[in-house]
């Protein structure tokens, strides 16, 4: 009986060492796990300073670190910190210089935390998308105009992040990156601009602008030229940094969007023939054409194309073609001469370099050659010396031209010495 009772007396002494331990344990933890409420609590209450403190400390805790609530008022908190600036939290923003930084993380693990997508996690990513999205835009352009320009291109990128259909940091973004020289970042921001619905670019007009436009078709034309700019700006990138493959590619794209835009139908041309795909180029500009045969700039990219192929005849088609869709179409006026001049000089130049023997056998034919060649250029550099008079591009091939006329042509002679003497005034400023 004796021992019987010493047995239960160990007994319930070692039970009541386990309840004491455990209330202990309790007691420890009641407090780490309190933290957060007290964080939300003095958020809702504008405390910023009191709910940073109570959500650090939730951070010693293992059980809130995988708690999404926990990160997800983390990032509201940091959010706020990093958006307030009023006298009172002044010097917290000024403390936590990260604060933008920090809320991005605190989001992106409130989400994570959520595999099925249910609890925090929608809550966490509109948070980011309607709360942090504009506070990291507010914080790139003040950091920018207090010249930190490198920290304006990372809370630029942050605001990319928060929300990738938003236009505006992906503008500023991109432009603070091509001040600074790197290609890279400015080129991702062109590649995101293309993605944006047309209708973002509504925010890039102004309101006197956007009340001239009469109706929705007109709002819809000058919002896509908008847009079909920064596509261009894509193209001349890839010219400079010479990656004419993405160029290809990305060119191709954007005609797909606007198919009449004459700026990035010449980049196609130029990344095709860069790349060397002429036929392929053949192919997509005469596509381009029998879709829409009112574009004359299409008619002048074939004809180019034609050029660098080597086949003059076709090139020449394709510019005349031009002409009867715009008879006064200066490219295309301005290409049929050159196509003359250029045989005419070639005929000159092989003259120039026979010996005497050579001469007579067939000299005086490829000088007559010559003359056909040039006379046939001459209208259309007189048509476009009336459309840009003292223009030096039309003036010097037009002065070469009435000078060899003058000494070689049947008939007329004098008027082109006249001619030429007029022009060469001009070009030497009398």
């Given amino acids: 009986m004796v021992e019987e009772y010493r047995l239960k007396k160990r007994l319930c002494m070692q039970m009541k060492k386990i309840i004491y331990l455990c209330i202990v344990c309790l007691l420890l933890a009641t407090p780490l796990k309190a933290q957060l409420s007290l ?115 990372k809370a630029f990128e942050l605001a990319q992040e928060t929300n990738r259909r938003s236009l505006l940091p992906f503008i500023y973004g991109g432009d603070v990156a091509r001040e600074l020289n790197q290609d890279d970042k400015y080129e991702s921001s062109l590649v995101a601009i293309q993605n944006i619905a047309v209708g973002a670019f509504e925010i890039l007009l102004s309101n006197e602008e956007l009340e001239k436009l009469q109706n929705s078709e007109e709002k819809k034309i000058r919002l896509e030229r908008e847009k079909a700019k920064y596509a261009a700006s894509l193209m001349f990138l890839y010219r400079k940094t010479k990656q004419y493959e993405k160029g290809v590619e990305a060119v191709d794209k954007a005609l797909q969007e606007f198919p009449e835009d004459t700026t990035l139908r010449a980049m196609q041309v130029e990344f095709y023939v860069a790349t060397n795909k002429l036929e392929e180029a053949i192919v997509k500009m005469e596509e381009a054409i029998k879709k829409n045969p009112r574009v004359s700039g299409n008619y002048i990219n074939l004809g180019i194309i034609y050029e660098k192929a080597g086949k003059p005849a076709k090139a020449e088609e394709a510019y005349s073609k031009c002409l009867l869709v715009e008879p006064g179409n200066f490219n295309a006026n301005y290409n049929l001469g050159v196509l003359a001049y250029n045989q005419a000089a070639s005929l000159t130049s092989e003259v120039d370099k026979q010996t005497l023997p050579d001469y007579i056998k067939n000299g005086k034919k490829k000088e007559k050659g010559a003359v056909k060649a040039f006379e046939k250029a001459l209208p259309y550099f007189e048509k476009l010396n009336i459309q840009k008079p003292n223009d030096d591009r039309i003036l010097k091939p037009l002065s070469n031209i009435y000078k060899y006329l003058s000494s070689q042509a049947k008939e007329g002679n004098k008027v082109y010495k006249e001619k030429y003497d007029a022009i060469q005034k001009v070009l030497k400023g009398g």
């Fill in 39 to 153: 964080a939300v609590s003095n958020f809702n209450s504008k405390k910023y300073d009191k709910a940073k403190e109570k959500i650090d400390a939730c951070l010693e805790n293992d059980e809130l670190k995988n708690d999404s609530r926990m990160w997800f008022y983390r990032g509201q908190i940091y959010t706020a910190i990093a958006q307030n600036d009023t006298k009172r939290y002044g010097a917290l923003k000024e403390a936590n210089p990260d604060a933008i930084y920090v809320a991005y993380e605190a989001y992106r693990k409130s989400m994570d935390l959520e595999p099925q997508k249910t609890g925090y996690y929608i809550p966490a990513l509109r948070a980011q998308q309607r709360n942090l999205h504009p506070v990291a835009i507010n914080e790139g352009v003040e950091l920018y105009r207090e010249g930190k320009v490198e920290s304006s291109l």
